[in-house]
């Protein structure tokens, strides 16, 4: 009995060493001598740039993800909320009113705002904002965007 429980653990330990062993053959930063093998990384391979299917590093940049888009959504709410409607459906405001009543809530506006606009989902002159010099600079919330939305609450 005691013996088929070493030889198990034996077996698993094993198994992590070879795990182990493959992990380090395709990690680009690897000192172990055996990773000189590894394949050659190509810009044209899917997996370039990204992280290994199922790992932590992989999950983690999900739930970062998940939380841009969170914090994207919301900056659209507040842009719906204190910006004024235009004849097109678009609704607009300054980036100073917006700057303004955003600091209350997020320090990371400029950034939102330019991941918004590579979503498509708001436009504005210029390649970035900043405070002072682009305060009278238009932002306009797409019509479009007003369908992922969720409902505009009354008095806000």
Request: glycine share 8%; proline share 3%; hydrophobic share 35%.
């Amino acid at each position: 009995m005691a013996q088929k429980n070493l030889t198990a653990k034996v077996s698993f330990w094993k198994q992590q060493e070879e795990e182990h062993k493959q992990k380090q053959l395709i990690n680009p930063f690897s000192s172990w001598e055996g990773a000189s093998h590894r394949q050659k990384l190509s810009k044209e391979d899917e997996h370039y740039g990204r992280p290994v299917e199922g790992s932590k590093t992989e999950f983690r940049g999900k739930m970062a993800g998940e939380m841009v888009s969170h914090e994207i959504i919301e900056l659209c709410c507040v842009l719906r909320n204190l910006g004024h409607q235009q004849g097109n459906g678009n609704y607009h405001i300054t980036f100073r009113d917006l700057f303004e009543a955003y600091t209350k809530i997020s320090n990371k506006l400029v950034g939102m705002l330019m991941r918004a606009r590579k979503q498509n989902l708001v436009e504005f002159e210029g390649e970035m904002l900043w405070q002072g010099r682009d305060d009278f600079i238009v932002i306009a919330l797409k019509k479009d965007t007003l369908a992922i939305l969720p409902p505009a609450v009354p008095g806000q």
